[in-house]
T-cell receptor, first 114, second 111 residues
Framework: GAVVSQHPSWVICKSGTSVKIECRSL??????MFWYRQFPKQSLMLMAT?????????EQGVEKDKFLINHASLTLSTLTVTSAHPEDSSFYIC??????????FGAGTRLSVL | GENVEQHPSTLSVQEGDSAVIKCTYS??????FPWYKQELGKRPQLIID???NVGEKKDQRIAVTLNKTAKHFSLHITETQPEDSAVYFC??????????WGAGTKLIIKP
C-alpha cells in the first residue's frame, strides 16, 4: 500500500513555543490530506482538511490561528502548533487521500508541552 | 450533523471464534465505507473497504457487509487469532472525501 511519513514521531516543547509537524506522501500525490487528534482510548477527531494550493478547512471548534496548516505541494502538508500549552499535549496524526479516496495514515506525533 | 455509531465499544471473544462489529451512519449520501485496524501505539491501517455499489466483500478471514437501505454496515472476522487484538474503526465517506469515524471497538482475543 501507499506510504505516508510523519515527523517528528515525538516532541517535547516548552509552553509558549511553536512546533511543526510534517506529513509526506512518499509514493503518491495527495491533493487532500487530513489532520487528526487522537486522545487516549478514543477515536480520531478530525481537526482540518488540508488542500494543496488553497486554505485548509477547519472543523468547528478548532482554532485556525493556533493550528496553522500549509499544503504547499502534492506530497507535503505541515501542521504548526503555535504558542503551545499543556492542554495541546496529544497525539496528532495525519492522513493522505489517494485517487480512490483511500486514506493512508502517518505514524503520528506525540506532543508533550511542559 | 452526520455521525457514525459503532458497537460494541469492547468485544472479547475466544480465539477461533468469530467477531462482529456493527456501524450505522446517518448521511444517506455516504458511498464509501472503510474499516481500519489500529494496534497499540501504531497508525490506523486499512483492512477492508466497501463501496455502495456492492453489498458484501470478503478478504480471507475478513468480510464486510453493507445494507444501504438500513444504513448500516458490519465487519466480520472469522477464526480469530491473537494478532487480531486491536482497536477497529469504521468510517463513512461521501463526495466531499471526508470520513466520519465511529468511536472504535476494542477487540480482545482470549487464548
Amino acid at each position: 500500500g501507499a506510504v505516508v511519513s510523519q515527523h517528528p514521531s515525538w516532541v517535547i516543547c516548552k509552553s509558549g513555543t511553536s512546533v511543526k509537524i510534517e506529513c509526506r506522501s512518499l509514493d503518491f500525490q495527495a491533493t487532500t490530506m487530513f489532520w487528526y487528534r487522537q486522545f487516549p482510548k478514543q477515536s480520531l477527531m478530525l481537526m482540518a482538511t488540508s488542500n494543496e494550493g488553497s486554505k485548509a478547512t477547519y472543523e468547528q471548534g478548532v482554532e485556525k490561528d493556533k493550528f496553522l496548516i500549509n499544503h504547499a505541494s502534492l506530497t507535503l502538508s505541515t501542521l504548526t502548533v503555535t504558542s503551545a500549552h499543556p492542554e495541546d499535549s496529544s497525539f496528532y496524526i495525519c492522513s493522505a487521500r489517494d485517487g480512490r479516496s483511500i486514506q493512508y495514515f502517518g505514524a503520528g506525533t506525540r506532543l508533550s508541552v511542559l | 450533523g452526520e455521525n457514525v455509531e459503532q458497537h460494541p465499544s469492547t468485544l472479547s471473544v475466544q480465539e477461533g471464534d468469530s467477531a462482529v462489529i456493527k456501524c450505522t451512519y446517518s448521511d444517506s449520501a455516504s458511498n464509501y465505507f472503510p474499516w481500519y485496524k489500529q494496534e497499540l501505539g501504531k497508525r490506523p491501517q486499512l483492512i477492508i473497504d466497501i463501496r455502495s455499489n456492492v453489498g458484501e466483500k470478503k478478504d480471507q478471514r475478513i468480510a464486510v457487509t453493507l445494507n444501504k437501505t438500513a444504513k448500516h454496515f458490519s465487519l466480520h472476522i472469522t477464526e480469530t487469532q491473537p494478532e487480531d487484538s486491536a482497536v477497529y474503526f469504521c468510517a463513512a465517506g461521501g463526495g466531499n472525501y471526508q470520513l466520519i469515524w465511529g468511536a472504535g471497538t476494542k477487540l480482545i482475543i482470549k487464548p
